[in-house]
């Protein structure tokens, strides 16, 4: 296939409720949309990228600048057989993973469309339904965490996970075991909050049977967490520290965690992700797919790759109106029965796109053409 066009959209939508982590409080979501042409098709991709560098070191900014200045032109030079050949094209390129995955994301949709299969069925899923679980950030007091606990058990979440951080972690974690009782999947994440100095606390965590812990120790790190997962009962998990399927070989080997979240964007695209999911799978490592709060088009790509057959984690991908009042997709997602997402079975990610939401919540728009200049539209009064 051959690239005529893509367009980036910078969207800003606000959330419902805001959302505290270790790494900050978020009250709105802003993205960037790409749309990948050729000939009558259209494929979708979203940038996963925060519009602050406190996840990874990007932003929605350098984003967009990655794509504009290397990605999308380096992609007008070839003809794409398949979109395996994207992440190959763009290897060269040290990291900025989410910007290579938005645009790989949005080919992947073109080529299923163009082949008239789902994006499932493309990357090799094998599941029609997928059970999903439910991310609560730092509530102001543990009696809002519980009331939140409760509301989402309530809704069918097969999967209970809280961020904690230093000064809120062992005492909402005993809250919790002692009003739902031990059986509630319930899961911690610590996005990096800690360091081995505080193994003795994270120890205390061992006695709530947790299905995991995420990302207790440093962004960059699978030495520590080798040491501690040593000291721990309880399964690490790793998210920041794994961008590549080489991160992941590494982990795995040191013994640096005994599961893997999978986020499409913090490994460089769903080409790359696969070869992750195929890893764990040969090393019997169960891997579930994380969320960094998508709007509809990346939460499609999430159901997608987590109906490969090693997401046997209830994964982060929420219904939209987890977070969002209006979502760019029609129907929004929702749902088939609680707890359970079905997987789109039309081709593509298999969504419609809302372009009225699109509209309203639009800040830039800009348009690249393969055989000319570039048109950019940025949306006054905003
Ligand atoms: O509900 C979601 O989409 C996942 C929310 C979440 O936990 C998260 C959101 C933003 C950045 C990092 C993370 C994380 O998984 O660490
Ligand atoms: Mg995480």
């Known amino acids: 296939m051959k690239i005529e066009r893509v367009d980036l959209q910078r969207i800003k939508i606000?959330?419902?409720?805001?959302?505290?982590?270790?790494?900050?409080?978020?009250?709105?979501?802003?993205?960037?949309?790409?749309?990948?042409?050729?000939?009558?098709?259209?494929?979708?991709?979203?940038?996963?990228?925060?519009?602050?560098?406190?996840y990874n070191e990007e932003d929605v900014d350098t984003v967009w600048y990655m794509l504009e200045k290397y990605l999308i032109p380096q992609l007008f030079t070839r003809e794409i057989e398949h979109p395996d050949d994207v992440s190959r094209l763009f290897s060269w390129m040290r990291r900025n993973n989410m910007a290579k995955a938005a645009l790989e994301g949005a080919i992947w949709d073109l080529y299923a469309k163009m082949n008239?299969?789902?994006?499932?069925?493309?990357?090799?899923?094998?599941?029609?339904?997928?059970?999903?679980?439910?991310?609560?950030?730092?509530?102001?007091?543990?009696?809002?965490?519980?009331?939140?606990?409760?509301?989402?058990?309530?809704?069918?979440?097969?999967?209970?996970?809280?961020?904690?951080?230093?000064?809120?972690?062992?005492?909402?974690m005993r809250a919790i075991r002692q009003k739902f009782g031990p059986d509630v999947p319930l899961m911690a994440d610590a996005n990096?909050?800690?360091?081995?100095?505080?193994?003795?606390?994270?120890?205390?965590?061992?006695?709530?049977?947790l299905?995991?812990?995420?990302?207790?120790?440093?962004?960059?790190?699978?030495?520590?967490h080798a040491t501690l997962q040593r000291e721990l009962k309880t399964p690490i998990c790793l998210d920041e520290s794994i961008h590549t399927v080489e991160d992941a070989r590494?982990?795995?080997?040191?013994?640096?965690?005994?599961?893997?979240?999978?986020?499409i964007g913090r490994v460089g695209g769903l080409t790359e992700a696969k070869k992750v999911h195929d890893l764990c799978q040969a090393h019997n490592v169960p891997v579930w797919c994380g969320g960094m709060q998508e709007v509809g088009i990346g939460r499609a790509h999430n159901i997608a790759i987590a109906s490969l057959s090693?997401?046997?984690?209830?994964?982060?991908?929420?219904?939209?109106h987890r977070y969002f009042a209006t979502d760019v997709?029609?129907?929004?997602?929702?749902?088939?029965?609680?707890?359970?997402?079905?997987?789109?079975?039309?081709?593509?990610?298999?969504?419609?796109?809302?372009?009225?939401?699109?509209?309203?919540?639009?800040?830039?728009?800009?348009?690249?053409?393969?055989?000319?200049?570039?048109?950019?539209?940025?949306?006054?009064?905003?």
């Open 329 to 382: 997709v029609s129907p929004m997602i929702d749902f088939a029965a609680p707890g359970v997402l079905d997987v789109p079975t039309a081709p593509g990610i298999g969504m419609v796109i809302n372009e009225d939401v699109v509209r309203d919540a639009l800040i830039e728009h800009k348009s690249y053409f393969a055989n000319r200049e570039s048109t950019t539209t940025v949306i006054p009064n905003f």
């Open 14 to 54: 606000p959330l419902t409720a805001p959302f505290v982590t270790s790494m900050g409080l978020e009250t709105h979501k802003e993205c960037i949309l790409v749309r990948a042409y050729s000939g009558p098709y259209v494929g979708f991709g979203e940038s996963v990228a925060m519009d602050v560098p406190v």
């Open 211 to 224: 299905i995991m812990i995420e990302q207790p120790l440093a962004h960059d790190d699978i030495i520590d």
């Open 116 to 172: 008239g299969i789902s994006l499932s069925q493309a990357l090799g899923g094998t599941r029609t339904q997928i059970d999903v679980g439910v991310s609560i950030g730092i509530e102001p007091t543990i009696g809002k965490l519980l009331e939140r606990v409760d509301g989402f058990i309530r809704d069918g979440y097969k999967k209970i996970k809280v961020k904690i951080k230093p000064g809120a972690d062992v005492e909402p």
């Open 250 to 263: 590494k982990a795995i080997e040191l013994g640096s965690c005994r599961i893997i979240n999978i986020k």
């Open 310 to 320: 090693n997401f046997t984690i209830p994964g982060d991908t929420s219904p939209s």
């Open 192 to 209: 990096s909050a800690y360091t081995l100095n505080d193994i003795g606390l994270l120890k205390e965590l061992d006695e709530f049977g």
